[in-house]
């Protein structure tokens, strides 16, 4: 999903300590720089010996810092200089020792030093740890990370999974796309703090046979974007998802899915546990009415089998249909092929929801970018032409201002 520049004009200061995982942070400068933000790498002396400053120079386009006596800062004082200009400083790999140095305030070299001259109401420090299963497990650690956060320092990780020493467990550094996607969250509004948003997405797959059946073109990015944009404000997010092959955004929920009945049984125990409900999928409308339990072959006689529908439920009809105080905010979907806005002015009565986004299904379906109008009984907004990921942070910005209203 095209994320094009999501951090234009961010300046990030890049904080490598020593750990193996260093060779990923060649991988994140790259992504970083791709979303448009400007890096400065401080490397720590440690760090230089799992990765040169010369590999790290030619891919951020910046001369690498590593020394707090560095004449080349204009005043000598790189340690002021560095982290007054940036938007935050990401230290990634965060080491076990570096988080111990952060916890005492120690400075004994540029890159804690960085941390702890930097405005702390202004240069936020983000963490992505990585060490051994034990050295991250041990209470030391524990007890250092608990202080590092206490103190203002924002986690990023760790994952879990195969580590270089060989061993399984927590502590290896987020991959450089998860880490980038993380920072570019971490600079998105955080319009629904402590709110929750349920979405649907996708096609469903109506089965006619074990082998064959129905579906359609949605291709499920705008639904996964919004559920992205959600997350991104601060909700919880779960998202029911028809079959796509999409990766699930970062810290949402994903229920997969295939028919429209399985939809329903997804959604129907999650939507009083939510406060909004985006349906996006594009839902199957009929259902073969019986399904064969084997193949169904051509039988020579050069007639094609007969096949009776039935119609599904509507998803989002039966949720905004739930009483009061189980009932969340419901936001519904109208693609059109024409007249979407007076399409979707219909669907918001017959659905009994408050919101409808309308746009031309057949100008958006599997593409990255889209145009909608957002239709609502007091009038109608237009987001105009945007990537996917635009639309749905623009969207969600709406939905929480309908919500803060209320
Ligand atoms: O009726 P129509 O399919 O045009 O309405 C589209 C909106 O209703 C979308 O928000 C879609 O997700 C939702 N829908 C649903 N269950 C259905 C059909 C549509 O939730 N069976």
Known sequence: MSQALALQGRHLVLGLSGGVACYKAAELVRELGRAGATVQVVMTEAAQQFI??????????????????????????????LSRE????????????????????????????????????????????AMNREMWAHPATQRNVA?????????????????ACGEVGDGRMLEPADLCEDIVAFFQPKRLAGRSVLVTAGPTFEAMDPVRGITNHSSGKMGFAIARAAAEAGARVTLVAGP????????????????????????????????????????????????????????????????????????????????????PFCVGFAAESRDMVQHAREKLARKGVPMIVANLGPATFGRDDNECVIVESGGDTTLPRADKLTLARALVAHIADRLNAA
């Not at 120079?57 to 080349?72: C, E, F, H, M, N």
């Not at 080491?95 to 960085?114: H, N, V």
């Not at 009415?289 to 193949?295: L, M």
């Open 244 to 327: 796509v092959h999409l990766p699930t955004p970062r810290g949402v929920a994903r229920i997969d899915v295939t028919s429209a009945r399985d939809m329903l049984a997804a959604v129907l125990p999650q939507a009083p546990r939510h406060e909004v409900f985006v349906a996006t999928a594009a839902v199957a409308d009929w259902r073969p009415a019986d399904v064969a339990e084997h193949k169904m072959k051509k039988d020579g006689s050069g007639r094609p089998p007969r096949i009776e529908f039935a119609e599904n439920p509507d998803i989002l009809a039966t949720v905004a249909r739930l009483p009061a105080g189980q009932r």
């Open 147 to 163: 202080q590092a956060v206490a103190d203002g320092a924002v986690l990023l990780g760790p994952g879990s999974g195969d580590q």
């Open 86 to 129: 940036a938007d935050a400083i990401v230290v990634a790999p965060a080491s076990a020792d570096f988080i111990a140095q952060l916890a005492q305030g120690r400075a004994g070299e540029l890159l804690p030093l960085l941390c702890l001259a930097r405005p702390l109401e202004r240069c936020p420090l983000l963490l992505a740890p």
């Open 52 to 81: 040169t400053p010369v590999t790290m120079q030619a891919l951020s386009g910046r001369r690498v810092v590593t020394d707090q006596w560095d004449a080349g800062v204009a005043n000598n004082m790189a340690h002021i200089e």
